[in-house]
Each structure stands twice: as structure tokens, then as C-alpha cells.
Nanobody, 127 residues
């Protein structure tokens, strides 16, 4: 079955860290760029970060640059998002996403560029 499965969400205090993961199955992992989106209550889904399939280049939205780090393990077909110095405004459901081919980094935050979504994992930043 072609799917993405997220894990690792939870509750963390402001300033804390959390790592969420995305496990891919049912397709050739190396062929696709993978991204992370998030959606807070009452807000639109927004692109957070992505990692390309060609050379592992990474991209981040401005508000998480320097705090979040995306990485991938090709052998394990997983993508991780390490989130540090978390803020209450990072609270959201985080979704793993596979982009359509060919991938264009200029569209990494565009939900219409995604053809496969995970089920999401809740991240809550609160004291």
C-alpha cells in the first residue's frame, strides 16, 4: 500500500524540542521530494519544510528557519523533522507529504503540488 505514516507528536513546553517522523511505504522513496505541512485550528494548511530527492537539499519557511531541521534516511524510507526552540504558535497538526513529479522547490508550500498525504500528528506547545 502506498502511504505515509507520521509519528512522534505530543505536548511540549515552550522552548522545548520534539522530533516527528514520517515512514514511507509502497513506492520508490528515492524518486520523491518529501515535505512537512501544518494546520492550526481555523487556519489554512501551510508548508513548513521539504527535502529534495535529488541531492537532499532542504527548504524552510521563514518562521521556522534556524529552529527546525528536516532530514531523511533513505535506507529506512523515513523523513524526520527535528523541532527546537518550539513556540506556542508552532501548535498544529503536522502532515507529511509526497510531491508530484517533477518537483519544483518554488512550490514546496503549495498544497496542490502534493499528491499523497499522511494522516497527521498533533504537536502542542504549551506550558
Amino acid at each position: 500500500e502506498v502511504q505515509l505514516v507520521e509519528s512522534g507528536g505530543g505536548l511540549v513546553q515552550p522552548g522545548g524540542s520534539l522530533r516527528i517522523s514520517c515512514a514511507a511505504s509502497g513506492f520508490t522513496f528515492d524518486d520523491y521530494a518529501i515535505g512537512w505541512f501544518r494546520q492550526a485550528p481555523g487556519k489554512e494548511r501551510e508548508g513548513v519544510s521539504c527535502i529534495s530527492s535529488t541531492d537532499g537539499s532542504t527548504y524552510y519557511r521563514d518562521s521556522v528557519e534556524g529552529r527546525f531541521t528536516v532530514s531523511r534516511n533513505i535506507a529506512e524510507k523515513t523523513v524526520h523533522l527535528q523541532m527546537d526552540i518550539l513556540k506556542p504558535e508552532d501548535t498544529a497538526v503536522y502532515y507529511c507529504a509526497r510531491y508530484r513529479l517533477p518537483f519544483s522547490v518554488s512550490r514546496y508550500a503549495d498544497t496542490t503540488a502534493v499528491e499523497l498525504w499522511g494522516q497527521g500528528t498533533q504537536v502542542t506547545v504549551s506550558s
